[in-house]
């Protein structure tokens, strides 16, 4: 081994492998390596690596930029950002952030949301399985013990809403492979993911439905998620909503806090 | 060590619902675990499904054995959840780095062979059977560079590691076939030098030439059939050393899983010609 020990070596050869001149470093032993032709192939198959893991984690992304595009940006990301650790599937966050800021990005502004609903999309995909919360729980609370409990939202339900442009039906239409094809109303749109027995299940949530989520999920009751719905939309039908969110599977227990049984 | 199984295939997502039908007998499957290293999902379910009807080789690609630092402990704890949760009849890893300073490259990135590499190494895999509670089968990586500075030849070099770290052997004869091609040494002799007691696995796989450099320089791309010379390569350690679970590897330009099982056929019937020989010394 060189003088420099093993951690050196790793230290000079990961340098080198994104560097834009890997024989410009100052490791004698590296620039050796890196003159040989089979230095490439390492240099590729990181690169490669990186950007296979991005392109499949970002489908639809892909498919809005087309694929050279999408290649090229991804490269950008990943010289910059390599993966935290080897689950691929989990690459890519802060890809949305990075599209935002990407300048051959700016003609299209609806790209990092649309990343972002992938990104929701992949968590969805490998969240902790659990039971749903049986409609049935509910149907028995009294009035009060209804307000006051709390609805923990299921591991696997992801939901936003995108305030600028119909991000869901842009996604859903370049995710699957038909495409899908019709106007577009172009105005904001609400996304609920949830996976209540096996594939990833998406459909449309306004608003008021994004709102009363994001307050079950910061562990306020049902009666503080209600008003936080009635803030955003005055005329949202909670019962109808609340159906909706049970049916779709969007919670996987219930809390009672009016302490009057377990 | 578990030389009962036969010849398996490395499962693609795309052939789950052939893999799963298919009664071959003896027919087992590996993937990365790496891909399924996920808390729950479709993922794990499929896995589940085809644990429940075939013997399956869990085969690391990321736990950078060859890193001048431990294993990552987060990484170990998720690939002992996988080996607790799907049994593997093999688990089996690299002579490789990948991750290293927080940072995962997403290949098997080579070190020189230095007394340094190999105690890390050695202390590696204890540290990785220790928390799998298992033996682990070392894969030789393929080449593409020459280093001044090794100390030690490749098989000398992996036969110290399994003598001292109490590992199993995976031979890749796809590898050792591009590495000899790129740095220039005879592949049967690679081949005959290792010792048979050690090997627990063999991996057969195709590879291409690099479009800049051509034939000099070999790519491990499995991307393409085994090629003719690796198969002569089996044949000829097979002959020597007896039966051993071997897996046809494809991660690119995916044929129909007819195809990989036709590939496994023709493993399997050297397999059982071996079995019908004397086992040789």
Redesign the interface.
Known sequence: ??SG???T???A??RA?LAVDPAAGGDE?IR??AA???????RN??LK??ID?LQANYPAVTRLVGEQWFRAAAAVFARGA????????DYGAGFAEFLESFAPAAELPYLADVARLERLWGEA??????PLLDPAVLARLGPRQMTQARLVPH??ARWRWFGQAPIHTIWSRNRACDGGSGEFDWRGEGVLLS?PS??VLQRPLEQAGTAFLDACAGGQSVHDAVIAALDVDGSADFSALVTTLLAAGAFGALERRDHEET | MNRSLAAGLGLKPQHFDDALACAAPGLWFEVHPENYMVAGGPRLAWLEAIRGAHPLSLHGVALSLASAEEPDARHLDRLAALVGRFEPALVSEHLAWSTWRGAYRPDLLPAPRSRELLERVVANIGRAQDRLRRRIALENPSHYLAFDEHEFGEVEFLVEIARRSGCALLLDLNNVFVSSNNLGYDAARYVDAVPGDLVAEVHLAGHSEDPQHGAALLIDSHDAPVADAVWALYERLVARIGPRPTLIERDEQVPSFDQLMAECRRAQGVLTAAAAMPEAA
């Open positions: 081994m060189t020990g093993l951690a070596f790793q230290d050869f990961a492998l032993a050796r390596l040989q032709p089979g230095f490439a192939v390492y198959t990181v690596g990186c893991a390599l993966p935290a650790h080897p689950a691929l599937l995909h490998v969240a902790a399985d659990a591991p696997a996976r096996g594939e």
